[in-house]
């Protein structure tokens, strides 16, 4: 797996989901249990991976969406 988004904006995240399982391409969120350490506010970012074969269309879908992505 590859990182492709890292944010601590839930919506982004969400959003980045959304857009990415529409194209059929499998994500997957990581870190999204870290709340509980930091106390819910939101200061650890969570990072959306893909698969590594899957990274090149996913970056397309990110710029075509204007998302910054990890390149």
Known sequence: MKELLRSTDPTILAFASALLQGEDID???MDVNMSVLEGGIGIFPRRLMV?????DRAA???R???IPFTS
């Open 60 to 62: 397309e879908v990110m």
């Open 51 to 55: 698969r590594s074969e899957d990274f």
């Open 27 to 29: 994500c997957f969120q």
């Open 64 to 66: 075509d969406n204007e």
